[in-house]
């Protein structure tokens, strides 16, 4: 059997909180650089007006939000990418390790999927029947990783532990 290679770039849908936080973050950015030109001298202002607009950028860049799954045989990394620029690691998980793999919303698996001690969202934000939990023993406690596979991940999914993947068929 050869190895088995795919890769899944899901961006995550902005939430209500999120687009409040954005919100925040350009208010309060707007209100201290008019604050600073009339507090400050003429030639200091402009200096720390571009560097709180900076500031600005940068967190409201960090609420833009992709996540990736590579599956290579039985192991899957899941990385955020934030702001299509920096990646960093959430976690790399061997599936066939996994207690259950099945979607949130499969009422058969639901007391399962509940028993999740820390739950890692990677999913695609809008948690409908496609967003998938993995039940992961980890470090002493059960991690609940929600993810929104597309039906070819599921799929090699399914056949690196056919009896932990469980599709949604409600």
Known sequence: MGDSFKEQ???MTMSQKDKLQRTMIWTVAILVSVIL???LPIFAAPI???AVMWGAMFFASKLKKEHEYALTNNIMDIDVIYNKE???RIMEIDIKEANVIA???DERRQEEISRGQKVIDASDGNHTKATYAIMYPHEGQL???LITPNEEMLQLMYKQAPNKVFKYRG
Request: positive net charge; aromatic residues 12%; hydrophobic residues 60%.
């Open 9 to 11: 770039l899901v961006p």
């Open 37 to 39: 030109f009339f507090v």
């Open 48 to 50: 720390l007006v571009l």
């Open 86 to 88: 920096k990646r960093k």
């Open 103 to 105: 979607s949130i919303k």
């Open 143 to 145: 991690l609940k990783i």
